[in-house]
């Protein structure tokens, strides 16, 4: 059982509760530590807004004389530096519908030990109080054009008016008979992940439940992870690492964001780099056939007139298969049949594109994915087409627009198959990738490597389950610690 020791800048206090010992910073300071004196937890509501004040001092030997203090130094270090930034980036794991508030509007309120009278936000004041577990504190929440922002601050005892100290009070009573400071005591993540996700994508590379294991993994292994969207990427820098989960392009925001994120010094996953080569179809050709990498016959042509067709139609036989430089899930490949087919289409693909890729046509009744991690194999799916289609991803089919998977153990992937996943990833670079190879009689051929890969709930992680999260943010974790901040 511990004793409770409430500590105020003046006799002036208004506490009437008599199941506590309450002093003043001075009878603190020269009274205690005591002789064989029983567990002591201290409330400390002294002023602390100062640096080397009375309330910092009042919690430094409190901490010294191990008695279990609220705040903490660390928590009123934390918020000295709130108060001095433009933007506080409180950055807590709720959803939107947590915040009461319309744009435009602004709302303001005292949290006083983790508890609010405006009953919509208890909430929100609980998690902030978590994050930030001093007595009082000043909330103000606002919705403006750019999003909703909170700012906190700490608020004085002493500063409440007469209607403010009984609300303190009323709280204070209920508090002091529960087992308090387990928050202050929890240990904190090391490291803030965002993870950027479009809720409004018809087919993210992860599905609402992957992105909660991804998150439960997170903690796991000290890491904070919380969903962002591009809307809320404004403030990136106040995190330590960036994990993509929304399709990726070049031109795009997701690209942007994982400049911007690397050049702040932030871990990615994607990073920029991955981004443009895997993004690029152009440059997988390339970087395949100078590196020996087998892949199908690929051409690349940068017109559609009379001679390029018979050039076209020298190499290949129909049908033919003409890509985009840029795409995903079978999104820019098309099938022709013959030479009209072959030539309307790339007049209509040229319109967009200054180069499009020839290649050649292999059926299978299946493709290969491999998950790689920093040059290891950590998943293996064999995707089949979809319902009477040449692909993975019918976009056109209102039903069945996808075909059916398998996932399996990376040791049951033949080793041709394997070896060539980690040799076309290793063109890329130590990301995570997915490679796509078509297996052919005895020969393999890889089609693609995709940067941010599909990993959904009971489809990658069908053989792994959780493990398979556990592997990307270890990952994190170990990339967070090497950059040593």
């Not at 330590?240 to 702040?264: M, P, S, W």
């Not at 920029?272 to 042509?301: E, Q, W």
């Not at 087409?385 to 398998?406: C, L, P």
């Amino acid at each position: 059982m511990y004793k409770t020791i409430i500590v105020v800048d003046s006799q002036d206090h208004g506490i009437s509760e008599t199941d506590y010992t309450i002093v003043t910073f001075e009878e603190y300071l020269s009274a205690y530590p005591k002789k064989n004196e029983p567990k002591t937890r201290l409330l400390n509501l002294c002023d602390t807004e100062h640096y080397l004040s009375r309330g910092y001092y009042c919690s430094l030997l409190a901490e010294a004389r191990k008695h279990r203090v609220l705040p903490s130094v660390s928590t009123i270090n934390d918020l000295r530096a709130l108060s001095t930034e433009l933007s506080t980036g409180i950055r807590l794991n709720l959803p939107s519908s947590v915040f009461r508030i319309n744009e435009g509007e602004q709302v303001e309120m005292f949290i006083y030990l983790g508890w609010t009278e405006q009953e919509p936000w208890r909430k929100l004041a609980k998690q902030i109080f978590e994050k930030y577990s001093a007595p009082i504190l000043q909330l103000m929440v606002t919705h403006d054009a750019s999003g909703i922002r909170m700012s906190v601050k700490r608020y004085a005892h002493s500063s409440l008016n007469e209607i403010e100290k009984i609300k303190f009070n009323n709280q204070l009573n209920s508090f002091s008979k529960e087992v308090w400071s387990n928050a202050a005591s929890k240990k904190s993540p090391r490291w803030d992940l965002a993870i950027l996700v479009n809720p409004d994508e018809a087919q993210p590379p992860s599905d609402k439940e992957a992105i909660k294991r991804f998150i439960k993994a997170a903690e796991k292994v000290g890491i904070h992870a919380e969903t962002i969207t591009a809307e809320q990427a404004n403030h990136i820098s106040q995190f330590d690492a960036l994990f993509i989960r929304e399709t990726t392009a070049i031109d795009h925001h997701t690209y942007r964001l994982a400049r911007k994120a690397e050049q702040e010094g932030l871990v990615v996953i994607d990073d920029p780099t991955s981004i443009l080569r895997c993004c690029n179809k152009v440059y997988l050709h390339d970087a395949f056939s100078y590196n020996g990498v087998p892949a199908p016959k690929t051409h690349v042509v940068i017109n559609a007139d009379e001679e390029s067709l018979t050039r076209i139609e020298a190499e290949f036989t129909y049908p033919i298969v003409l890509k985009m430089p840029e795409g995903s899930f079978s999104k820019g490949v098309y099938k022709v049949a013959d030479r009209q087919e072959l030539k309307e289409k790339l007049e209509e693909l040229f319109a967009d594109t200054a180069l499009v890729l020839v290649q050649e046509y292999l059926y299978t009744d299946y493709d290969w994915r491999v998950g790689v991690l920093n040059g290891r194999a950590i998943y293996a799916c064999r995707y089949h087409m979809a319902r009477n289609h040449w692909q993975i991803y019918n976009h056109d089919a209102k039903r069945f627009n996808s075909g059916g998977f398998e996932t399996l153990p990376t040791f049951e992937v033949p080793k041709k198959v394997l070896d060539a996943a980690l040799k076309a990833s290793a063109m890329i670079g130590k990301g995570l990738y997915g490679v796509d190879i078509k297996q052919k009689d005895s020969h393999v051929y890889v089609i693609e490597v995709n940067d941010n890969p599909s990993i959904d709930h009971k489809v990658e992680d069908l053989y792994l389950g959780n493990e398979l999260y556990m592997l990307v943010m270890q990952e994190f974790a170990d990339r967070l610690e090497k950059r040593g901040r």
